[in-house]
């Protein structure tokens, strides 16, 4: 169990308090979905749905960038 979860409203890591996902549950998430990087997608994809309501004022391709764009 990862202590790097996302505090929510504002979609901090509880583990370091950097914007989350920080690296490190970056880190462990590619090591969770190595071989699947699809599933890791749809995963981070429906985290992504879920801030963007939470963080309106955000604009989406920042929210895209930080949820999706180290997906590869």
């Known amino acids: 169990m990862t202590t790097h979860g996302p505090v929510l ?3 901090s890591c509880g583990g370091c308090g950097g914007p989350w996902p920080c690296a490190t549950r970056r880190a462990e998430l590619r090591a969770e979905f190595e071989g699947a990087p699809v599933s890791l997608a749809l995963y981070m994809g429906s985290y992504l749905v879920w ?5 309106t ?3 989406a391709g920042l ?3 930080r949820f999706l764009g180290w997906v590869r």
């Open 51 to 55: 801030a963007a309501e939470d963080l």
């Open 9 to 11: 409203p504002l979609w």
């Open 57 to 59: 004022w955000v604009p």
């Open 63 to 65: 929210l895209h960038h």
